[in-house]
């Protein structure tokens, strides 16, 4: 079995007990740890592996200029990313945060990948020090995103690439396919099980988890309480 067709089946199985457990919301937030788990153990895999360009990876603690771009998440990572702020598993209070999220949301409701990029505005996740305050439970999206040049993050950023720079290769294919695959992996699951699998804006998609009471439960039973913080198709 190729290496994707393997990240695929392990990620569509992240969801095998979502049934068993009577489609509650635990078992939902079970199934995103379960998916978490399977792309940390991925990530040191392929890392430890003799695999060319690795050692060029230029992501650091500190390094945000890839998180200035819209964000597409699904609902169990929103609804994840939001039961994870509850209890207390982010790096600032869940107070301080929510209005981090409110205040970028009000800057950033509406636009699309090119004008939220042109914003220059960074992720209502980021610290004063620019590192993610949710990392260990961060958008699969923002996992693949591995650059082999930051200035290039940079000069993506600033609008000031060069055509060519933009249709080169910037971010490490091996990291960058298996998140892939595993997200798809894991979306497919989630649509085996009935679920929705709407592409999601990070912020406006993690307020409405936070704020809807029953959240979960209510997405679970078919409620679209993400319509609001959907992102147009091929967004
Ligand atoms: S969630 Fe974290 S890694 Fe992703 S864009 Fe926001 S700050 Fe960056």
Redesign the pocket.
Known sequence: MALADTIIALARGTWRRFSERNRAPEALLAATDAAIALSDSFTREIMARDIPDLNRIACANGC?W??H?Q?GVTAPQALHIAAKLTEGAGTRSLEEQKQKLAALDRRTRGLDAAQRLKARL?????DAQNA????AF??F??RGANSIDADLCHAFLEGTATPEQRNGNWLHKVPYEAQRDLQDGFHMGSLENGLRDDRLE?TAAVIVALNTPDAAQRWIAGEDIFKDARLPEGA
């Open positions: 945000a890839c998180c771009y964000v960074g992720c209502a996740f980021l993610c305050t949710i990392y961060r958008p999206g923002c990070l």
